[in-house]
């Protein structure tokens, strides 16, 4: 009678839904005014009366098939927005931290130490990591082949030529760097990485900070660098903090000296950190060689200048009490939030 009732059924029977507009779709296909049940209702007319019964009942089939379809998928889209609907507010949920990040510790202490040294008249400077060996040995007043140049357990990059080249040891190559460029009076620090062919250990890491400073002008004397050093361990620890020179050896600066503070976590007690001794030590200085300076021409008969170096983590561990060099390579965060 209505020869593709089967196919019109199945159709109806698989019809999906998955938003508002599919199912306005679904409407004005089948139950709305234009749709398909419309039509076949509209053609009755012209239907023989002897076969009106039976074409009736299946336009009856289809509109119950059509109607109940409707219901399902308008229940089915209810809930679906029901479910959205209440997403959102769900106050039950865990709440995702903010984590807000902090400064590396290193780069705090950079930059208080930068701060303190700005105050007493010095500025920045800044040289490469890569360093030939002019730079880092040589002009430093490190004779060839002298065993100093071991001293520092070296990372070469590459060997044998006229000039190697290696990862810098220390920040005194910008001294160099500096001192070949400009004239005096100068008053520089500079802050960067330095390397060292060492094991890693709790006090040792082959990648360390220094921070490098130096003076140089007519007349500064061994005074001059203990007063600066001074000033600079009150600021930086506070004003009850101790500080001793010992004698020591650089071949670039004569006389050398080593600088001990009063070992700020024991308050001088005696701890594992300080070996028990009550001393801690936080670096290197003396009065720039006459050598240096005679290789970056300036003349030493009419300028003389003090430097010094100091390992930015020795120094961190100290401001904060960490007790393990390693923790500020490592990365993790449980460490580094302690700092924000
Ligand atoms: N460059 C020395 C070191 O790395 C430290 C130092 C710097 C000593 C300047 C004296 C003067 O150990």
Redesign the pocket.
Known sequence: MIPHIDQLLTEIEQYTAQNKEQLEQFKSQYTGKKGVLQDLLDQIKNIPAEQRKEYGQQVNKIKEAAQEKLKALTEQLENLQAANVNKPHDLTLPVIPDGLGALHPLTQTTRRVIQIFERMGFNISDGPEIEDDWHNFTALNFPLNHPARDM?DTFFISKGSDNDMALR????SV?VRVMEKMQPPMRTVSIGR?YRNEAISVRAHCLFH?V?G?YVAKNVSFKDLKDTLYHFVRELFGNETKIRFRPSF?P??EP?AEMDISCHICGGKGCNVCKHSGWVEI????MIDPNVMKNCNIDPEEYTGF????GIERITMLRNQIKDIRLFTENDVRFLKQFS
């Not at 670096?283 to 003396?286: E, K, Y």
């Not at 430097?307 to 100091?310: D, I, L, P, Q, T």
């Open positions: 520092q040891t220390h920040t005194s001294q330095v220094q490098e130096f650089f670039f600066t050398s670096g290197g200085c003396g430097a010094f170096g100091m």
